[in-house]
């Protein structure tokens, strides 16, 4: 079973930033937080991943909480290329590619 | 630097009959794992292989079998196709010790 639980689906309107949430309430102290996304049909590519500190990359900022019981991953300035299915996952550093993907979001950017 | 590559991209079966599914993995990966996607569902990890062992397997049955080759490429193998394993299949590589993996295309499968 996925370690994880996210909101079905979301809305953001083009130029905003989008918020997505994730609750990861078991995660382990050794088990890093991935968020990946998925155009349909196709593999997913990673986006940012995170321990315990507030990670930044090109592409997006990952906000995790103090007891990293849940995180936010933040997409600065959502475009309508942005919407996507987004999962999130948590698996130990040393084991990335075994993974449990949940259901993961649907994000609708909208003009 | 290469990418994930996969083949077929699509592939029409019928049951009870095998399939094989390939994949090369990203440059400098020696790992690779194999997942399957059910329409509307997230990946579901099936096994993977590091220096042509298995190195963890999911909730699958023996009849998922794979194989990994001398240079990190990769097979997937199934017997007995039934209806619920139309699904995309999805290969990624990664390093053992590394921090994230790189998926392939992936393979759409149809089980008739």
């Known amino acids: 079973d996925a370690k994880t639980t996210q909101p079905p689906s979301m809305d953001c309107a083009e130029g905003r930033a989008a918020n997505l949430p994730c609750n990861h309430s078991?995660?382990?102290?050794?088990?890093?937080v991935y968020w990946y996304r998925q155009i349909h049909s196709q593999g997913p590519q990673y986006i940012i991943h995170?321990?315990?500190n507030n990670e930044t990359n090109e592409m997006a900022s990952l906000i995790i909480t103090e007891d990293r019981k849940s995180s936010t991953l933040i997409l600065p300035h959502a475009t309508l290329r942005d919407t996507d299915v987004y999962y999130c996952?948590?698996?130990?550093?040393?084991?990335?590619?075994?993974?449990?993907f949940g259901d993961g979001t649907t994000l609708t950017v909208k003009p | 630097e290469t990418g994930v590559t996969q083949s077929p991209t699509h592939l029409i079966k019928t049951r009870g009959q095998q399939v094989t599914l390939r994949c090369s993995s990203q440059?400098?990966?020696?790992?690779v794992s194999w997942y399957q996607q059910a329409l509307g569902q997230g990946p579901q990890f099936i096994f993977q292989?590091?220096?042509?062992?298995?190195?963890g397997r999911g909730n699958f049955p023996p009849r998922f079998s794979g194989l990994q080759f001398p240079n990190y490429s990769s097979e997937l193998n199934v017997n007995a196709l039934e209806l619920d394993d139309s699904a995309l299949y999805l290969c990624?590589?990664?390093?053992?010790?590394?921090?994230?993996?790189?998926f392939g295309p992936g393979t759409r499968l149809l089980v008739l």
């Open positions: 996952i948590v698996s130990p550093l040393t084991n990335a590619g075994k993974s449990t």
């Open positions: 995170g321990l315990k």
């Open positions: 078991t995660i382990s102290g050794n088990e890093y």
């Open positions: 292989y590091y220096r042509e062992e298995e190195n």
């Open positions: 990624a590589s990664s390093l053992v010790q590394g921090e994230t993996q790189y």
């Open positions: 440059s400098g990966h020696n790992t």
